[in-house]
């Protein structure tokens, strides 16, 4: 495997692909990401320009042509960011069936949209590249490959054009743009999840949380904020998300709510066995979350200096993704939504290929026979992060501090 050769960042698409081909092809590929909004190329075993713009807009990427965005103005170059600057901003890498999440199913506000003042252009390129400059030994030019170039669409002419075409979703996305890019430190992500958590303790004391993602791996500013909670008592978490945003938008800090979700509530918190002759993109992480919009509320008339405009002293709005686990699965999810991508992917072929084993954030099943495994000792654990260290113990796997889950 020519791990030393530089590649750029590489989305796979999943198109034509059995699942073991499918991860053999991820095992050669070293800069591979799931995220396809951050990939500098998107390889495909595809071969016409028609199937590959259907790959784009079945994942919402709004492109237009290099030819035709030559002819007219290019965006204004102050609204571009190189792409080595950084990754997606959002900081989650959820571990589900299909692997670790990405921006756009995670965070339902576009991320083509975010990323359409920041990148560049795409490119989708025959497979045959990745497989030949493999033989070869070397990073081969793209430009007897490419099946298709295109540049992500001005977010000008998103607005003035198709409005009337985005989601309530999308619009909120636009709206927000300027706002919702700006990272969030940790004093304000402690501040946010200590709110959540103030909430959710107002209906029983018992609540825990463990704040996931970029700020448990110690990032100094992060793009989104991730909480996970939980309580010993299984009854507590039963279709609780809805009570607890309820409750925050009723205080004012939730301005919209994007995505509500209650489908492990719906079965009634039991985990699911897998069936092995699923097809891929039958996901189990299917924890109740929900998906917000957060903003501080307006400060009071005596905190307002008078000479400065209210709206400019308003904080921004802010991405914010709030997790409930049933407790006996909770050592999951906190692992689950606590390691950037690649430890993420590692993970999950570690438990494929080492213990038949198949991993995500809701729990952890049988490859031989489908069946629900408990390594967190039947729900007894006295904290969710005693849980999360019996899942290592349990995949025979020393302990992992979350500083040094980032081994991409």
Same mark, same amino acid.
């Given at each position: 495997?020519?791990?030393?050769?530089?590649?750029? %960042?590489?989305?796979?698409?999943?198109?034509?692909?059995?699942?073991?081909?499918?991860? =053999?092809?991820?095992?050669?590929?070293?800069?591979?990401?799931?995220?396809?909004? =951050?990939? =500098?190329? +998107?390889?495909?075993?595809?071969?016409?320009?028609?199937?590959?713009?259907?790959?784009?807009?079945?994942?919402?990427?709004?492109?237009? *042509?290099?030819?035709?965005?030559?002819?007219?103005?290019?965006?204004?170059?102050?609204?571009?960011?190189?792409?080595?600057?950084?990754?997606?901003?959002?900081?989650? /890498?959820?571990?589900?069936?299909?692997? *670790?999440? #990405?921006?756009?199913?995670?965070?339902?506000?576009?991320?083509?949209? %975010?990323?359409?003042?920041?990148?560049?252009?795409?490119?989708?390129?025959?497979? #045959?590249? %990745?497989? =030949?400059?493999?033989?070869?030994?070397?990073?081969?030019?793209?430009?007897?490959?490419?099946?298709?170039?295109?540049?992500?669409?001005?977010?000008?002419?998103?607005?003035?054009?198709? @409005?009337?075409?985005?989601?309530?979703?999308?619009?909120?996305?636009?709206?927000?743009?300027?706002?919702?890019?700006?990272?969030?430190?940790? !004093?304000?992500?402690?501040?946010?999840?200590?709110? +959540?958590?103030?909430?959710?303790?107002?209906?029983?004391?018992?609540?825990?949380?463990?704040?996931?993602?970029?700020?448990?791996?110690?990032?100094?500013? /992060?793009?989104? !904020?991730? !909480?996970?909670?939980?309580?010993?008592?299984?009854?507590?978490?039963? #279709?609780?998300?809805?009570?607890?945003?309820?409750?925050?938008?009723?205080?004012?800090?939730?301005?919209?709510?994007?995505?509500?979700?209650?489908?492990?509530?719906?079965?009634?918190?039991?985990?699911?066995?897998?069936?092995?002759?699923?097809?891929?993109?039958?996901?189990?992480?299917?924890?109740?979350?929900?998906?917000?919009?957060?903003?501080?509320?307006?400060?009071?008339?005596?905190?307002?200096?008078?000479?400065?405009?209210?709206?400019?002293?308003?904080?921004?709005?802010?991405?914010?993704?709030?997790?409930? /686990?049933?407790?006996?699965?909770?050592?999951?999810?906190?692992?689950?939504?606590?390691?950037?991508?690649?430890?993420?992917?590692? %993970?999950?072929?570690?438990?494929?290929?080492?213990?038949?084993?198949?991993?995500?954030?809701?729990?952890?099943?049988?490859?031989?026979?489908? /069946?629900?495994?408990?390594?967190?000792?039947?729900?007894?654990?006295?904290?969710?992060?005693?849980?999360?260290?019996?899942?290592?113990?349990?995949?025979?796997?020393? @302990?992992?501090?979350?500083?040094?889950?980032?081994?991409?």
């Amino acid at each position: 495997m020519a791990t030393d050769l530089e590649f750029p %960042l590489i989305f796979l698409l999943p198109t034509h692909l059995d699942a073991d081909r499918l991860h =053999e092809l991820e095992e050669k590929i070293p800069s591979l990401t799931y995220d396809i909004q =951050e990939a =500098e190329v +998107i390889l495909g075993n595809i071969s016409k320009r028609q199937r590959a713009l259907f790959e784009l807009r079945q994942r919402k990427l709004q492109t237009v *042509p290099v030819e035709a965005a030559a002819e007219s103005q290019p965006p204004s170059s102050s609204c571009k960011r190189k792409r080595d600057e950084g990754p997606s901003d959002s900081d989650s /890498s959820a571990c589900t069936e299909d692997g *670790p999440r #990405n921006g756009s199913a995670a965070w339902p506000i576009p991320q083509t949209l %975010l990323k359409s003042l920041e990148a560049d252009i795409v490119r989708v390129v025959k497979l #045959n590249w %990745l497989t =030949e400059s493999l033989d070869q030994g070397r990073v081969l030019p793209l430009r007897d490959f490419v099946i298709y170039e295109g540049r992500w669409r001005d977010l000008d002419d998103i607005v003035e054009y198709g @409005w009337d075409d985005l989601s309530r979703v999308q619009q909120i996305g636009v709206k927000f743009y300027e706002e919702l890019k700006l990272k969030i430190t940790r !004093v304000e992500v402690e501040s946010i999840a200590n709110t +959540i958590l103030k909430h959710a303790r107002k209906f029983s004391p018992g609540y825990q949380m463990v704040v996931v993602g970029g700020y448990r791996r110690g990032k100094h500013n /992060s793009g989104d !904020v991730d !909480v996970i909670i939980s309580h010993p008592d299984e009854c507590a978490t039963l #279709n609780f998300v809805e009570k607890l945003v309820v409750s925050l938008e009723k205080s004012g800090q939730i301005t919209h709510t994007l995505t509500l979700s209650n489908n492990n509530s719906e079965r009634g918190q039991r985990p699911l066995s897998w069936d092995g002759n699923q097809g891929r993109g039958v996901g189990f992480d299917t924890l109740d979350k929900a998906l917000v919009v957060w903003q501080e509320p307006e400060m009071s008339d005596r905190g307002r200096s008078s000479s400065v405009d209210s709206a400019s002293q308003r904080p921004p709005h802010r991405r914010v993704d709030i997790i409930i /686990s049933p407790w006996k699965t909770v050592g999951c999810a906190v692992l689950g939504w606590s390691g950037d991508t690649t430890f993420q992917r590692d %993970l999950r072929r570690y438990c494929k290929k080492q213990r038949d084993l198949k991993f995500d954030s809701s729990g952890i099943r049988s490859r031989l026979d489908g /069946s629900w495994l408990d390594l967190e000792g039947n729900g007894k654990a006295p904290d969710m992060l005693t849980a999360e260290r019996r899942v290592f113990e349990g995949l025979g796997l020393d @302990w992992v501090r979350p500083e040094d889950r980032c081994t991409g």
